[in-house]
């Protein structure tokens, strides 16, 4: 996660942002909430937890402006020995300890945080989850005594062992919030999912890696890692990591480089006593911050061929009750249009069968019934919004 800062809130940008997890007024016109255009955040990041059959990966890709850093703290008393990577500062972004447990972050939105007055307050929950956690039940307890600030602007992942894993998030309307992993994965990047079913392009493309293939691996994990790593002056993949908390192995790349990995056994690595070093130093390849930052920013494309039977199912009108507002779908080239009264149209193309980007930003996904009818659809920007259909569903 870029910008986790040791004494303090995680620093953002403040600008709206492809999560639509910035709140606005629900008076706000229904189309205005679409036709304004999405922001990315400032610094993003990915990250996901696999697991089935006995292996758990835990992946992360570091979108930042700087080079990484990896450094060792061996175990003392009361403390696991652990791995972490992130900056010059060495203000750890994520770590993984002897005992398997991992955690890493990204960046959302920042929201306030009100402290919860009956909680415990602590200067890094992070780093003593780490320091004395084994499980992901185990740190989730801690959140529940502790209050964490960095919540304000970012999420967390962790996982451990056993395969369990979980996304700690905060809505000031409902607290910390915890995500238990459903099925074999779970994948975040900069949204907080129970804001919003609204989900930016690198995690739709990372999705799509993940359940193409039938074998979880390192080399499944790199690939979607490497589909979706960033490039430009905005922000640029730093570095990416892939724990192996069961066999407690680290693979590393460097500068978005997934031609060349590194792997470090952290038993070994503990045994060297305290120790770190630049990530560049440990490559062979040349390749350098430039090489990432001084080009553009790479673009991620989702869009699918959909049966023309598929989108003319989705065309007719619809009725949005907050606010009141009749929208119509029509069928455009391989996607959709969305009108409403004189307004200029939204155009809209597939991601899925069920799911459709909107290019002047947000998401729609068409609520679908076993008989293939359309019943309506849920808009995902700046919060969810539900259109019931007014026409049947036809296919053109």
């Not at 992070?126 to 185990?138: A, F, H, P, Q």
Request: glycine share 8%; net charge negative; hydrophobic share 35%.
């Amino acid at each position: 996660m870029g910008g986790i800062k040791g004494n303090g809130p995680i620093s953002l940008v403040s600008k709206p942002s492809q999560s639509g997890a910035k709140y606005v007024s629900r008076s706000v016109p229904f189309l205005l909430l679409f036709l304004m255009i999405c922001l990315n955040c400032a610094h993003p990041c990915a990250m996901f937890t696999l697991a089935r059959d006995g292996l758990v990966l835990f992946a992360n890709n570091e979108d930042y402006i700087k080079p990484g850093y990896v450094w060792f703290t061996p175990g003392e008393e009361g403390k696991y020995g652990r791995i972490n990577f992130g900056f010059n500062d060495h203000f750890a972004q994520g770590s993984m300890n002897e005992a398997g447990l991992c955690f890493d972050a990204a960046t959302v939105p920042e929201i306030p945080f009100e402290p919860d007055p009956s909680k415990k307050k602590v200067k890094n929950l992070l780093e003593k989850i780490m320091d004395e956690c084994s499980t992901v039940e185990e740190a989730k307890k801690y959140f529940e005594e502790y209050n964490c600030t960095h919540l304000s602007g970012g999420q967390f992942m962790f996982a451990d062992r056993h395969g369990d894993s979980m996304v700690v998030s905060y809505l000031p309307d409902r607290g910390v919030l915890f995500s238990d992993r459903a099925g074999d994965f779970q994948l975040i990047t900069n949204i907080r999912n129970e804001a919003s079913g609204f989900r930016c392009e690198r995690y739709v493309l990372a999705g799509r890696v993940l359940t193409s293939g039938s074998d979880f691996s390192v080399e499944l994990a790199r690939d979607a890692l490497n589909e979706i790593h960033q490039e430009g002056k905005q922000a640029f993949t730093s570095y990416s990591n892939i724990f192996d908390p069961v066999n407690l192995k680290i693979y590393v790349y460097n500068l978005a480089n997934y031609e060349e990995q590194i792997e470090f056994d952290l038993k070994e690595e503990l045994a060297k006593g305290k120790h770190s070093a630049p990530l560049a130093d440990l490559f062979n390849s040349d390749r350098k911050v430039s090489d990432v930052r001084d080009v553009p920013v790479r673009k991620f494309e989702t869009e699918i061929q959909l049966d023309p039977k598929i989108l003319g199912r989705n065309a007719g009108e619809y009725l949005s009750e907050n606010p009141p507002a009749t929208l119509t779908l029509s069928v455009e080239g391989n996607g959709l249009a969305m009108t409403s009264g004189e307004g200029n149209p939204a155009h809209l193309f597939p991601e899925s069968n069920t799911s459709f980007r909107i290019r002047e930003g947000g998401q729609i996904t068409f609520d679908v019934a076993e008989d293939g009818s359309v019943r309506g659809f849920t808009l995902h920007r700046f919060g969810d919004h539900y259109a019931k259909r007014k026409s049947p569903s036809r296919e053109e």
